[in-house]
């Protein structure tokens, strides 16, 4: 079994290459199946947010699996190779566990990773891509995320992006509740934001989703109305915060409409917080006048600034990960040595067979009971003992000495 670990991240990847090679949920299951399928590869998973893109993947060719990243995204290998990390074995071990318990992640200790990881689990189960090797380090990863939330501080006074998008809005305004705030999309990352903005009670709040039943319950919910996407260039001149997060391959806000938006304002500000990967907003409407524009990756320096309070809890978090990954090893490794025991015990079973039936017709005949237990005992013996006496007798120098120590650790023989 060959595990391993190919990736971007917020870390070794900006945002402008993180977005070129990001899934979406919908096509998800048929990408496993097809790297599966096509690429030697055994058993595979694909994480996908807005701060990576992971595939874990039991396989004996990872530059396959680079290969197919590109091939599936339809961009040049060499656009992505500088920002990979292919992690094998212990460390992807060792990646899997801290990115679960949010190590890894933008904002040091969040639980939303968590569940990210699940639900790409679900889908690799879903399309049939996870076998033992993946179905037991994702229970073991979930097991250390649990045993790192228990056991630390890793989520004390954590910084959200959802809470830093109210901190940034506060620079802009000086009071939420003098403003109203559009929710484009209406999935976990909105709903969380919407939650901290809605706490400090703006004048209106508008949700708007491809689907306007999901974004009429989450509207109903917060007290606001919905609105299509469709709807959004009629309602944006209204909006002075605007937080957006859908799955969608190509921008929703271009730069053409924010400009004719912000004249309809009479240059009025207007704050906008793109969380979605691909981008939700064309990059340019930053450089406009009066918008404030930020990314995820802009998001980071407000986070940082609460990270002091939880670099203790992260030290204990490594300590209990690093005990986990030896432990893991230690089951791959036993993992590795199953078709060898099963061939012995079949082995050993054949020999048995053969000899109880020889038995068995000896008993038929009427010989002695006694003397055919007697005769089946020695010829088992003789059978089991045979390989290795053959091997001893047959080996020199340092082969011989290192065979008899082994055979004696074996069959626990203690020299007086």
């Keep these: 079994m060959q595990l ?5 991240n917020h870390q070794s990847a900006p945002l ?17 199946h097809d790297l599966v ?4 590869v055994k058993e595979a998973a694909i994480l996908s947010t807005c701060n990576r893109t992971e595939i874990y993947c039991n396989t004996d060719n990872p530059l396959q699996t680079v290969e197919w990243l590109a091939d599936y995204h339809h961009i040049k290998k060499q656009a992505i190779e500088p920002h990979l ?10 990646h899997a566990f801290r990115v679960a318990s949010g190590l890894d992640s933008m904002v040091l200790g969040e639980t939303q990773i968590l569940g990210q990881m699940k639900q790409a689990v679900t889908t690799a189960e879903r399309a049939g891509t ?41 620079r802009i305004f000086p009071s939420i509740s003098e403003q109203n705030v559009l929710f484009i999309g209406a999935g976990e990352m909105i709903e969380l934001c919407a939650n901290h903005f809605a706490a400090h009670h703006p004048r209106h709040i508008t949700v708007a989703n491809r689907t306007v039943e999901r974004a009429q319950a989450l509207a109903h919910r917060l007290g606001g109305s919905a609105i299509t996407l469709n709807e959004l260039p009629d309602h944006l001149a209204a909006q002075d915060i605007i ?23 009479k240059h009025r500000p207007m704050f ?17 006048d009066d918008v404030f524009l930020y990314s995820v990756d802009d998001l980071a320096q407000v986070i940082e600034a609460g990270i002091g309070n939880r670099q203790l809890a992260a030290e204990e978090a490594e300590a209990i990960i690093e005990v986990q990954v030896n432990d893991f090893m230690h089951w791959m490794e036993t993992r590795s040595v199953v078709p060898t025991i099963r061939a012995l015990r079949d082995h050993a079973e054949r020999m048995r067979r053969n000899e109880l039936e020889h038995a068995q017709r000896l008993l038929a005949r009427g010989e002695d009971p006694r003397e055919v237990i007697a005769q089946i005992s020695r010829a088992l013996t003789n ?11 047959h080996a020199t120098g340092e082969d011989l000495a290192q065979l008899e120590a082994l055979l004696r650790r074996l069959y626990n023989i203690h020299t007086e």
């Design 4 to 8: 391993f670990t190919l990736g971007i």
């Design 16 to 32: 402008a290459v993180r977005e070129q090679v990001a899934f979406h949920a919908e096509t998800l299951e048929q990408a496993l």
């Design 37 to 40: 399928d096509h690429r030697q």
């Design 85 to 94: 990390y292919t992690l094998p074995q212990d460390e992807a071990v060792k």
């Design 130 to 170: 996870l076998g033992t090797l993946l179905h037991k380090l994702f229970q073991r990863t979930f097991s250390v995320a649990k045993e790192v939330r228990t056991q630390t501080e890793i989520g004390a006074n954590s910084v959200s992006m959802a809470a830093a998008s109210v901190r940034l809005a506060e």
């Design 243 to 265: 937080i957006t997060s859908t799955a969608s391959p190509l921008p929703i806000l271009g730069k053409g409409l924010v400009e004719r938006v912000i004249k309809q304002r």
């Design 272 to 288: 906008m917080v793109d969380l979605a990967v691909p981008r939700d907003i064309e990059a340019e409407v930053g450089e406009l």
């Design 383 to 393: 059978k089991f003992l045979h390989s290795p006496s053959h091997a001893l007798t």
